[in-house]
């Protein structure tokens, strides 16, 4: 073995190492979760992702309405549109008002800062946009963001070892912020495309709040495997992004907007649940859709059949 070798094996020893305590603990996590759940049953959070409602053009406030008015336990917002709200004369303390009103939780939040990045100073100011996320999450009483690998292409490739330590600046950022940051894979993205690549970011990051933003839609069109979920527990699955996808159009080639409602394609959705349950996980379940026929709904009416059909297929799980 030549020392390029030496060297690979060594990293490869140390990953698995590393990885088999944390998945270990987080095992040990969902073990005594499943103790606690026979004391005190646990349960889902039903959460609204605002991009379901997104085509219907309503601003922030209105899609907090939506949200409250259908029977969700909590939402998901997009920074943009919280921005656009603020932009027009609106106050964030308003937004949280209405928030509690509802008696709704702001379980996470779309963003897209460039905190990935390999230029330094595209990444110093993707970090600066997270600061200003995270404070207005944090006005509105929200506990987490999502951290895609925004501004990642495969002309300019981030290694992995460089991406979870990013990952670990931007946590040490949600730390001062009190908000965390979870990773986020897309599927199919050249830095962060797959289940096994997020995982290893998070856990290489070696920070004890890094977490897993998955989807059951990135899942499948980065070709991974479901059953990953077995081996993660309630620390890593914090909040997930329910949604369903036809056969038709082919992984290769199906896009975000072919979405659909859990329970009306062909992903093992019940499976997934099931999952969930066996490592003793319970993540807010946020409706995230991109189908513009649903946009064409009234909103009320689409977030309503949402929530029935995320309902109806963890009920049958």
């Not at 698995?16 to 005190?40: I, M, P, Q, R």
Request: proline share 5%; hydrophobic share 35%; glycine share 10%.
């Amino acid at each position: 073995m030549n020392r390029i070798d030496s060297d690979s094996e060594m990293k490869r020893r140390t990953f698995l190492t590393g990885s088999g305590l944390a998945l270990g603990t987080l095992a040990a996590s969902g073990a005594v979760n499943s103790l606690k759940a026979e004391e005190k049953p646990m349960s889902f959070k039903y959460c609204l992702n605002m991009s379901t409602i997104r085509g219907q053009e309503l601003d922030a406030a209105e899609e907090i309405e939506v949200a409250g008015k259908a029977g969700y336990d909590s939402i998901e917002p997009w920074f943009r549109k919280i921005n656009e709200y603020v932009e027009k004369g609106g106050k964030l303390s308003d937004l949280k008002k209405r928030i509690d009103d509802y008696g709704l939780t702001v379980e996470s939040a779309i963003g897209f800062a460039k905190w990935v990045v390999n230029d330094p100073e595209e990444r110093a100011a993707g970090l600066e946009e997270a600061k200003r996320d995270m404070d207005t999450i944090a006005q509105l009483g929200g506990k987490r963001i999502a951290a895609p690998p925004a501004g990642g292409n495969a002309e300019d490739p981030i290694s992995l070892d460089d991406a979870a330590d990013r990952y670990r600046i931007l946590l040490e950022l949600g730390d001062e912020m009190g908000v965390v940051p979870q990773v986020e894979m897309w599927g199919g993205h050249p830095t962060i495309g797959t289940v096994e690549k997020a995982l290893y970011v998070a856990i290489r990051s070696g920070h004890p709040k890094a977490c897993f933003l998955g989807d059951v839609y990135h899942t499948y069109k980065g070709g991974c495997s479901f059953e990953s979920i077995l081996l993660l527990g309630p620390q890593a699955l914090q909040s997930y992004h329910m949604n369903d996808y036809p056969s038709d159009p082919p992984r290769e080639t199906i896009k975000d907007k072919d979405r659909v409602f859990p329970g009306d394609g062909v992903a093992p959705i019940h499976q997934i649940i099931r999952n969930f349950k066996a490592v003793g996980a319970y993540p807010a379940l946020s409706l995230e859709l991109f189908n513009s026929s649903y946009w064409e709904m009234p909103a009320l009416e689409c977030a309503k059949v949402g929530l029935e059909k995320m309902k109806s297929v963890v009920e049958s799980a």
